[in-house]
């Protein structure tokens, strides 16, 4: 059975730095592309940031040079590191695995508010 679990989300400033991790279980990790996807409330669900299996990342562009994915195989989890956050970063927060077949992960909250 496969599993992605978020964590992480929390409620910060405007400013702030949160680091979301995702576990993944029954896959083989090292060979997925694992992405952050985020969805705001009356918004559609966007890639934030994606790690290949070889390490080339990828960003959105509202989120390049505060935000930085990471991967670490012996562990099986993804990190997202996001620094100088803004309200408008303030969604679900949700992990993808994608190889041949696509995984999600059930999502964590994060919102930046003062």
């Known amino acids: 059975q496969v599993q992605l679990v978020e964590s992480g989300g929390d409620l910060v400033q405007p400013g702030g730095s949160l680091r979301l991790s995702c576990a993944a279980s029954?896959?083989?990790?090292?060979?997925?592309?694992m992405s952050w996807y985020r969805q705001a409330p009356g918004k559609q669900r966007e890639l934030v940031a994606r790690?290949?299996?070889?390490?080339?990342?990828t960003y959105a562009d509202s989120v390049k040079g505060r935000f930085t994915i990471s991967r670490d195989n012996a562990k099986d989890t993804v990190y997202l590191q996001m620094n100088s956050l803004k309200p408008e970063d303030t969604a679900v927060y949700y992990c993808n695995a994608q190889q041949i077949t696509t995984y999600w992960g059930q999502g964590t909250q994060v919102t930046v508010s003062s």
């Open positions: 790690i290949t299996a070889g390490g080339s990342r």
């Open positions: 029954g896959i083989a990790f090292s060979l997925y592309a």
